[in-house]
């Protein structure tokens, strides 16, 4: 079964750091594409990043760009976001995602989704 | 960065109805749209991607149309698994972006 689990979430001070994980499992982690998409509470989805399949790339939204850095670790199935200088604007439950195809980063969809990791930024 | 904007923001259906969901874009996206369904307290899914592909799983009643800036996906008769909300996003260029979602609910 085709399986994306995060964690890390947590309740964190403005100014605070975190860093997320997510592990992938039932497909070759280190052939795809893996994004951040964020969720907040009873509103809409926002991309938040992207790395490419070896982490040779990384993209980001312009909310997070400078803060948050997105990492790899292919041997470990395992994607992450450092999270820092944290306001409560970033607040959200937070979903790591597949790119659908291997040869591609984004254009046809996000396949796979875990269920999401819950940030609260909050004194 | 590409605005996508959905309507209605809510409707509500009954069991067997047609339910069309419009999506539009504030700039041509080709054909690069996606649809996910997303029931309360569970990951969003990705139903179709390319404007009409159907997703390997996801039963025939979806479709999806549209190119340029406009696009729809159909649901022929709704059943009551269909009940969530529903989203379009935007593959064309990053940033990625969703339409703010479209909530069915039952009449």
């Known amino acids: 079964e085709l399986q994306l689990v995060e964690s890390g979430g947590a309740v964190v001070q403005p100014g605070g750091s975190l860093r997320l994980s997510c592990r992938g499992s039932g497909f070759p982690f280190d052939d795809f594409a893996m994004h951040w998409v964020r969720q907040i509470p009873g509103k809409g989805l926002e991309w938040v990043s992207l790395t490419t399949w070896d982490g040779g790339n990384t993209f980001y939204a312009d909310s997070v760009k400078g803060r948050f850095t997105v990492s790899r670790d292919n041997s470990e199935n395992s994607m992450f976001l450092q999270m820092s200088s944290l306001t409560p604007d970033d607040t959200a439950l937070y979903h790591c995602?597949?790119?659908?195809?291997?040869?591609?980063?984004?254009?046809?969809?996000?396949?796979?989704w875990g269920q999401g990791t819950s940030v609260t930024v909050s004194s | 960065d590409i605005q996508m904007t959905q309507s209605p923001s809510s409707l509500s259906a009954s069991v067997g109805d047609r339910v069309t969901i419009t999506c539009r874009a504030s700039q041509s996206i080709s054909r690069y749209l996606n649809w996910y369904q997303q029931r309360p307290g569970k990951a969003p899914k990705l139903l179709i991607y390319?404007?009409?592909s159907l997703q390997s799983g996801v039963p025939s009643r979806f479709s999806g149309s549209g190119s340029g800036t406009g696009f729809t996906l159909a649901i022929s008769s709704l059943q009551p698994e269909d009940f969530a909300t529903y989203y379009c996003?935007?593959?064309?260029?990053?940033?990625?972006?969703f339409g703010g979602g479209t909530t069915v609910h039952v009449k």
């Open positions: 996003q935007q593959s064309h260029s990053l940033p990625l972006t």
């Open positions: 995602a597949k790119a659908r195809t291997s040869d591609q980063y984004f254009y046809f969809g996000l396949d796979v």
């Open positions: 390319e404007t009409s």
